[in-house]
């Protein structure tokens, strides 16, 4: 399974950007997805992540109402809306997959790096003040 995250840029504090997420090999469907970013000198962080269906959706608290997460099974796609963007949003952005399609019964498990199998390479996404 590969993943390959695209779509970051520079922006401006309060602009919008839609990152993606293509998946190749496996069934799309069967896996429960997921964004992290990770800050200059900093770990790497939960934002948001999908069920393998679509149906569920969790999110961080730092980008809960600012982000949409959502997935197109049928073009094996992943995406993240990002809203109201922020200086502090400023990291590289990653797409992850885990081999079950359902989200863990805990937060805690949901946002966890370990729960993952498959992780792509990264997009940069930096918001100017």
């Known amino acids: 399974v590969q993943l390959q995250a695209s779509g970051g840029g520079l922006v401006q504090a309060g602009d919008s950007l839609s990152l993606s997420c293509a998946v190749s090999?496996?069934?799309?469907?069967?896996?429960?997805m997921a964004w992290f970013r990770q800050g200059l000198g900093k770990e790497r962080a939960f934002v948001a992540t999908?069920?393998?269906?679509?149906?569920?959706?969790e999110y961080s608290s730092s980008v809960k109402g600012r982000f949409t997460i959502s997935r197109d099974n049928a073009k094996k796609t992943m995406y993240l809306q990002m809203n109201s963007l922020k200086p502090e949003d400023t990291a590289v952005y990653f797409c992850?997959?885990?081999?079950?399609?359902?989200?863990?019964?805990?937060?805690?498990?949901?946002?966890?790096?370990?729960?993952?199998?498959?992780w792509g390479q990264g997009t940069q996404v930096t918001v100017s003040s």
């Open positions: 992850a997959a885990k081999s079950n399609p359902y989200l863990s019964p805990s937060m805690r498990a949901r946002a966890s790096r370990d729960a993952y199998d498959y």
């Open positions: 090999g496996g069934a799309f469907n069967m896996y429960t």
């Open positions: 999908i069920s393998g269906s679509g149906a569920a959706t």
